[in-house]
């Protein structure tokens, strides 16, 4: 089992910056992709971010390249979602995500484990 439990989360103006962190426990996510995704009121889970098991690799959805960065510290056992220039159209409640393989995917379906979800909220 994997317990993620995601922090960072609030309230901003546009043009701020906020940095999620994932903090995994229970079985370690070193052979394991991880991902973050998005829900916005009325709206469906949104793929934003993935890397690889290594760091080595990552995915953007183009809605937020050159704006997010994901990171991961696998000594920590963490994911971080650095978000800068933040919009109003970024507001939504952001999960973690680790899936049983070590490459990206944008696909939810693909992810195992989930977080319970950190408010962001970018006022105008």
């Known amino acids: 089992q994997v317990q993620l439990a995601e922090s960072g989360g609030g309230l901003v103006q546009a043009g701020g910056s906020l940095r999620l962190s994932c903090a995994a426990s229970?079985?370690?996510?070193?052979?394991?992709?991880m991902g973050w995704f998005r829900q916005a009121p009325g709206k469906g889970r949104e793929f934003v971010a993935a890397?690889?098991?290594?760091?080595?690799?990552?995915d953007y959805v183009d809605s937020v390249k050159g704006r997010f960065t994901i990171s991961r510290e696998t000594a920590k056992n963490t994911v971080y979602l650095q978000m800068n220039s933040l919009k109003a159209e970024d507001t939504a409640v952001y999960y973690c995500?680790?899936?049983?393989?070590?490459?990206?995917?944008?696909?939810?379906?693909?992810?195992?484990?989930w977080g319970q979800g950190t408010q962001v909220t970018v006022s105008s």
């Open positions: 995500a680790a899936r049983p393989g070590v490459g990206v995917r944008r696909s939810s379906d693909e992810y195992d484990y």
């Open positions: 890397i690889n098991w290594s760091g080595g690799a990552t």
């Open positions: 229970g079985r370690i996510l070193n052979n394991r992709a």
